[in-house]
RNA sequence: GGGAGCGUGGCGGAAUUGGCAUACGCAGUGGACUUAAAAUCCACCGCCGCAAGGAUUGUGGGUUCGAGUCCCACCGCUCCUACCA
């Protein structure tokens, strides 16, 4: 025999396979489909631990599946666009394009050498101009059916990346969620895609994600945030007090307080408070609440508590449930992107709205009380106002009894009460309000002033306007060579900018803007089912039988951002009829982080461990194998190099085990005998050892079957271990004690169970130690037979009064009565004099004796 | 402020529906082999106790013949989200 070198096995195997194809798909096989995918990586270095897990996990259950007889489709790629990529040039003087595929060669190169079962001839790569082609017609497409917009808003600026980003790119403290820096405040005209048109079904649809994590859900639907309340029309007052036709309408989720209404907010972004307060006495106390909201902003987010600051306008506006005048003040806690940036204030119900009411000296007067609140008895019939201020330390706002709510009062107030219904109704009636669903989402805002991006295809035209860029025009190709590192960007490229407008052929101005790399990540799923397709980003047909995706897996990072925008993507291209499914992936797995000494690995904190240095020392099988065995896949996992060191010991255990199960003694590199037959054991240890043996892999198959259907790879790997601890007991027997078809079908089986988890050293020792033909990883997955796991006769513990008292052996087909009489006769001592109560047998467990 | 999750040996973790807590591995201890070391093999290895035995899954209660698992309260940690009206 020759010894375990993974340096010598692997890289000759990863050969043959790719000489045979071993991983190709097959589009056409009438075996059932699956679909693995994990989310593809950025090419911003090296390949890191986090990706050798997501990878692992995802490459195990491919293969999984593969011996259980599936024809799957794992594909790998890169989401190649980005900033990253820019800010990589600038430092080296280079262009992001070089930077950019010069780590994706470095990184196929690594997947290659972890032995990842893609299928190379799928690889996309979302710079590649065959693919962000497909991204141009897909944002056309979507232009067409009215889910692309450009408009002037207050959007969130990088002053470090120089670009503006999506909500929900801002992360934190108002930070951006690539660089840090603080995000500001900008009014600008972008292109946004209308996700908010999909908000009710990106809520509902959650329901149908039973294969997700409910955390993620939860993530989602908080994102989404749907509020149920109602609009209210308040009528706007001149600066004499007057009522106009004007009216101001506000969103809450709480109509049932609108009798405590004493003020009225607008956010300092409104539109309407320049118009208020301009040349009047108010304009300058407003001026400076107004630009201490802009500018205050970053740094009071930091802190968790916020001053409220507000000035009054002069102006008034006139509750339509009392007819009440009540005065319009400006506040910084009022956002101008929630709602309608306008907020009815009701102090004795919002803890905000309290505080703001204290420090202004604004009236409290309580509408909502709790039936325990001293207030209760003196207020409970009274309509009219008669206590302006509550005595209260905080705001009240749970559920209660309306007071001082003229005609409504005595009804049940709280959200969505009674009480709040009526209100509505009577509001509605009057044309006043309406009830109202209000989302937190917001649209996705895609352009970016950058250009390591997808161009988005629009044309300005003095004459005729945003004019898109024709189908047929496409691509719109991306210059390789613009060198970011001199400052250099899109609009200074004539030859790129300037066109003839599509319509009238004036001379026009193409768009310079690039789309959020999300766009791309946001179908590239889709892509891997057609990636030669050049009439269209996908065939449907070929789309629908591939899609959903059966098993995706990636990090919880992605839990709101990429996984949102995936989903949406796949219903508006459903709604365009590219699609005939809604949800694109229907399971998801979120594999948590790789950590060491309880902290992230990153290259900043210098505490990164490399793959390539691991696999140098003890090769891609052993790490695979390892970082799937030490933790549950969501969990976060603490690196340990002794860990790992063990698992490559098991390696060689099993190398050692199967050429001894092989007839082969199994001697080192001096010819020293490393097999240890114990000579004293004789045929009974022989029986007894084999009929364990048996019980074993029977037992061990059935276990790992399930626990990788699971995703319990590490609880996969320790009943291996199990077997391999029997197997290990077995070979202690002398060859000429041993079954020769028992010690074949266990060697045959350990390599079957770890084909998955370690292909290498598998398929060395499935077809150069035991002499198979063709690849291990074409064998079916071995079956097993559930009645032969299980062992003629059974320990069971005896509890007297949920003590354990004895434990007894009984056959473990043994009927209850024979197992009571057993039991009871064991504890007999014990129970003396006492009367049995009762006995519960639990088959194969225990039984429980009462006294 | 709102939401979600988690607390088990020295460490990573196991216990699938309520049924023998600590599987599997790491670290550690002793032994065999060796001139020696490494490797390998064998054995031990949660706590208190010399032992018999006892207590034990963050703490306190509850349901149950039986609770790591279910329920209530509390303590601690983690993540997400946040002037969302």
Redesign the pocket.
Known sequence: MYQYDPHEIEPKWQAIWAEANLDAVDDKSDKPRYYALEMFPYPSGDVHMGHVRNYSIGDVISRYKRMQGFEVLHPIGWDAFGLPAENAAIKQGSTPATWTYANIEKQRASLKRMAFSYDWSRKVITSDVDYYHWGQWIFLKLWEMGLVERRSSPVNWCPDCMTVLANEQ???DGVCWRCKSIVQRKELEQWFLKITKYAQELLDDLDQLSGWP??VK??QA??V?R?T?AEVDFTLCDADGEPTAEQIT?????PDTLFGCSFFLL?PEHPLVREFVSDTAYEAEVARVVELAASATAV??SK?E????GAFTGRYVINPINSEKVPIWVS?????D????A??A?PSG?Q?DFEFARKYGLAIPPVILATDDPLYEQLKDQRERIVGDVPWLAAYAGDGVMVQSGSFTGQPGGKDSAGAQAVIEQLEAAGKGRPTV?F?LRDWLISRQRYWGNPIPAIYCDACGIVPVPEADLPVVLPMDVDVSKGESLADRPEFYEVKCPQCGAAAHRETDTMDTFTCSSWYYLRYTDPHNDKLPFERATADNWMPVDQYIGG?EH??LHLLYSRFFTKALRDAGLLGFSEPFKNLLTQGMVKLNGETMSKSKGNVVAPEDMIARYGADALRAYIL????PD????W?Q??L???Y??V??IW?SVFDLSGEAVV?EEGNL?S?YDKSLGPDDATSRGAELNRELHRVIG?VS??IE?F?F??A??AI??L??TV??YI?LPHGLRDDELSTRAARTLVLLLAPFTPHVSDELWQRVLGEQDSVHLQPWPSYDPAQAIAST????V?L????KA?ITVASDADEEEVRREALFAVAEAIGERDVR?V?V?PG??V?V?V
């Open positions: 801002v992360v934190g409910d955390r939860q993530m908080n994102w945030g509020s309340g506000v969103f809450t989720t709480r956010a009071e987010r968790g916020r001053e409220k600051n910084d806690y009022v956002m101008m929630y709602g309608t940036g907020v009815m009701v919002d905000r209000n937190r919880i839990a709101i065995f030490m933790a549950p969990k976060d996992l603490e340990s002794e860990g060191e063990g698992m010991r098991f060689n255990r050692r080192d490393l240890v276990k399930s626990d699971r319990n590490n609880t790997i320790s271990m199990e391999a601890n290990q007991s202690k059974v320990e069971l513990a509890q009064n949920g003590k354990i434990r009762k519960v639990v467990k225990l429980s009462v």
